[in-house]
């Protein structure tokens, strides 16, 4: 079974330009969640899909971020116009219910530096 | 508002000694508890979790940890430390009272084994 992959991998952009992150979860997977972890600090949740559908974007810093998850498989995340504090890792997870005590699978992350 | 804590930033153990990574939490109702480890340029993978029942809760690579509902503790152990295990893990925490409940994550402890 595939896991959670994320693309790219690492992305530098410079401050207001905008980028797109891309996560696809595991197939049957209708759970997606999105997490940032700025250097040192903890992970912090931004928002969480049900299918394509967002049951929570209470995390989401502010307008500047764009979640989509058209058709409930893939989900992308814009950043635009990107700023300095926008650094971080960006984790997608996925689990295949809702239930609180399923474990979440995470990607290996996308690593943004804004300069 | 739940919360977690992880006090120790870094964690230094001699291979073959015992080890513990701390963790406590807080939530109005009753705690979903999880680890998961993340190891160089990896995603975060899922150890353990405690949900109900037995305290003491097995996970992967022999670790396991106890829940401790009157200090509010999951502290992360393992009997014999490999080099293999160092990595940066982290608590996360989820409150079981009822409706939409996000995870909760700690800042992450480093855990560094020396040979």
């Known amino acids: 079974e595939a896991g959670v992959t994320q693309f790219p991998s690492h992305s530098v952009i410079e401050k207001g330009q905008t980028v797109t992150l891309r996560c696809d979860p595991i197939?049957?997977?209708?759970?997606l969640y999105w997490y940032r972890r700025v250097m040192g600090k903890e992970i912090k949740f931004l928002l969480h899909?049900?299918?394509?559908?967002?049951?929570?974007e209470s995390g989401m810093p502010n307008n500047r971020f764009l979640a989509e998850r058209t058709g409930g498989t893939y989900s992308t995340l814009k950043v635009q116009p990107a700023e300095l504090e926008d650094s971080g890792v960006y984790f997608c997870?996925?689990?295949?219910?809702?239930?609180?005590?399923?474990?979440?699978?995470f990607g290996p992350g996308t690593r943004l530096t804004v300069t | 508002a739940q919360s977690v804590a992880q006090p120790e930033d870094q964690v230094n153990v001699a291979e073959g000694n015992p080890l513990t990574v701390k963790c406590t939490y807080s939530v109005s109702g009753n705690p979903y508890l999880f680890w998961y480890v993340q190891y160089p340029n990896r995603g975060l993978q899922f150890l353990l979790k405690?949900?109900?029942?037995?305290?003491l809760v097995k996970g992967s690579y022999g670790f396991e940890a106890e829940f401790n509902k009157s200090q509010t503790s999951f502290h992360l152990k393992k009997p014999s430390a490999l080099v293999s295990d160092s990595a940066l893990y982290f608590c996360?925490?989820?409150?079981?009272?009822?409706?939409?409940?996000?995870?909760?994550f700690g800042i992450g402890t480093k855990l560094q084994v020396i040979p």
């Open positions: 997870a996925s689990s295949k219910r809702q239930a609180s005590s399923y474990e979440q699978y």
């Open positions: 899909f049900v299918k394509e559908s967002k049951q929570d």
């Open positions: 405690y949900i109900t029942g037995d305290n």
């Open positions: 197939s049957g997977h209708d759970n």
């Open positions: 996360a925490v989820r409150d079981n009272s009822g409706g939409y409940q996000k995870v909760t």
